[in-house]
């Protein structure tokens, strides 16, 4: 049987391979640490549990609910943006329920692209944004994210034949794998630029609430005009370390919105309400900003350990202010990402994630997720330094 030729620009997924390869090495009785996973390694808060286990033990939970998240759920959601970033939102109109991000950032290229048109997209980048642009019959176009410009795309440097043809403008922060962020006045600039040249600017943000020494980082939707012109991706995986879930959500532009969902309709019957339930609580109760402090204090100790002992290594690297990742430049007389991951693995028993996997401009880099528990976290950067000086 012959695939769809729809799928041959995709080859096995890098992390179920990397999984496979740790499995064979576990299975010699070879000590793996994996710091390659951006997921978090700890749980929710008790109290989105008990909201969702007592959603569950009611007799009315269990049909399928309305399609794109229930209305409370969508006043949830409005109800974070403007607890958080002071942003009003029309929960009718203008925002969404995803089953995570991710499906929507998938999304959003199927509901808006046509064959030829070109999608911007951060290289290096999330992969779902080429994934999606690619599947839609789009043409990626990728900007490139230089150290030189903090990890930002130089948007006048794409060319004006593009531009004529750009319909999605991608942008990512707290970013990953970088872990840049952009100030607000950067958000500025990419909504005026996408309103002068009529592109959808799209801001996938789930790392807004990881974030470290007293930063709080931007929501797109705080600049002033930016539903005209821009949609933002959010997600509860990372900010409330509930992954599993799945549960994420659009919010911006009512009419780019409303093609999501379309979309989305045909494809999906929306989520176990007992899941939105606990949603409803992880955005809306009071006790989740001291949880999400004292949460991001632990990954601000495990970012600290990470940077501290690069650095004493003789490897460069600047201390992040959000996101999960670390991101390090390979060590000297190093050129190939994939390669230098590939002996910390079988010869250090460190699992990292390559750069390059998340585009070309990713080589030269390897990205260390900080969803380890902290002693085993220490444990890597351990033999990973101890290997580094042999
Ligand atoms: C940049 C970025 N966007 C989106 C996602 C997807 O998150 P979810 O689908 O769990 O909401 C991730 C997950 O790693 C991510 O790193």
Redesign the pocket.
Known sequence: MRSADRLANFGAYFFAELGKKIAALRAQGKDIIRIDI??PDLPPPDFVIEALVAAARRPDTHSYTTYGGTPAFKQAVADYYRRRFDVALDPTTEVLGLI????G?FHLAQALVNPGDVVLIPDPG?P?YRAGTLLAGGEPYFMPLLAENDFLPDLEAIPAEVLRRAKILWL?YPN?PTAAVAPLAFFEQAVAFARKHGILLAH?A??VDVTFDGYQAPSLMQVPGAKDVAVE?N?L??AFNM?GW?L?MMVGNPAVVRYVHVYKSQVDTSQFLPVLQGGIVALTDERVWPWVAERNAVYQQRRDIVVNALRAAGIPVPTPRASLYVWYPLPPGETDSKAFCARALEEAGVSMTPGRIFGPHGEGYVRVSLGTDTAQLQQAMERLTAWLKK
Not at 100 to 103: D, H, I, L, M, P
């Open positions: 951006g997921a995570g991000s991710k499906e950032l999330y779902t990512n990953n996938d789930p790392y991706f997600s995986s990372k992954a799945r994420g």
